[in-house]
């Protein structure tokens, strides 16, 4: 099988591909856009997909925004969407807390507003959005107060990451039976001319080796993003097409659930990148190698236009 892997996506085979699968799930940043432009012919690609019957979803490692605030960005964009097609790791980390761990109290979070809209909107509440300045000295920082309905903390995007964060967060985590989520692990986010900044999985291992604990992630390439989706609209995975441009993520996640595997070189990785796990002969990274690749999703237009 790994040596028709990695096909080039073009002419005939683009129908054929489309043809055999119901319901295809984007990631966001470097696939439909990048930074607050869309890829050219991203938002005919996706309006195009619906009308001709296909069931479209969007997953993201984002946790700094709401579903809400994803939709009202695709549409202004010129997408056609509605907030229950999107699925990012605020509300995945919700989801994940109330019906998995069947979560009983609060949250600690070093996370984003989004994040605490989405645990409310679910009946969890929540402490530590915001700033925690230090004060005192080290033996105050240890008997730092702490609120005692805190039975898990949680680590997503936190532009007000700090020493006391890190500090409180460890603080709870040594507590008996406090669980530990991550939103991701993506340790960059890349931007606009090859620039980047540290993303979330920085802070997570920030925390992991403050605490001497590893978290739960439920972001890409964790089944669970599927799960959700698959959960609420019951998506057939034999029937279902992920399309990313990180390997590590959006295609490790489509092997992890047996969905057919797309990737686009408008974003993170490339062709070479997949063609070196490719040859690797090490079975971890042969999960990293998506079916097909396209230049930009826009090479899927000729195909549903005709």
């Known amino acids: 099988m790994s040596g028709s892997k990695c096909t080039r996506l073009s002419g005939a085979l683009v129908k054929q591909v489309l043809e055999s699968v119901d319901s295809v799930l984007f990631d966001c940043d470097g696939v439909i856009w990048r930074g607050d432009q869309a890829i050219p012919g991203a938002a005919e690609v996706i309006n195009l997909l619906k009308k001709n019957g296909k069931k479209v979803f969007f997953v993201t490692n984002n946790s700094s925004k709401t579903r809400k605030m994803y939709a009202d960005k695709m549409t202004t964009l010129g997408f056609s969407v509605t907030e229950d097609e999107v699925f990012g790791t605020a509300y995945c980390s919700a989801m994940y807390l109330k019906t998995v761990c069947k979560l009983e109290g609060k949250v600690y979070l070093i996370g984003s507003n989004a994040m605490k809209q989405e645990l409310e909107a679910v009946g ?5 959005v915001g700033p925690d300045h230090i004060s005192g000295k080290q033996i105050d920082w240890a008997n730092v107060p702490l609120d005692p309905e805190v039975k898990a903390v949680v680590v997503g995007f936190d532009e007000h990451f700090s020493y006391m964060k890190l500090n409180r967060a460890l603080q709870y985590l040594t507590q008996q039976g406090c669980l530990f989520v991550g939103t991701n692990r993506d340790t960059r986010l890349p931007l606009e001319g090859g620039k980047a ?13 403050a605490a001497q604990r590893q978290a739960q992630t439920v972001g890409k390439p964790n089944h669970f993003m599927f799960d959700c989706v698959a959960s609420q609209f019951g998506v057939d995975r034999e029937r279902c097409l992920m ?21 686009t070189l408008t974003g ?25 690749y396209v230049e930009s999703i826009a090479d899927l237009l000729p195909a549903l236009q005709g």
């Not at 969890?124 to 530590?128: K, N």
């Not at 900044?197 to 080796?209: D, I, N, R, S, Y």
């Not at 990148?273 to 990274?285: L, M």
């Open 268 to 292: 993170v990785s490339t062709v070479a990148d997949a063609e070196a796990h490719q040859k690797s002969g090490c079975a971890e990274r042969q999960g990293m190698v998506p079916d097909y």
């Open 124 to 128: 969890i509440q929540q402490t530590g």
């Open 197 to 209: 900044v540290p993303g979330t999985g920085c802070l997570l291992q920030a925390v992991e080796t």
């Open 243 to 263: 399309v990313g441009d990180r390997l590590d993520t959006d295609i490790m996640l489509g092997s992890n659930c047996g969905l057919k595997t797309l990737l």
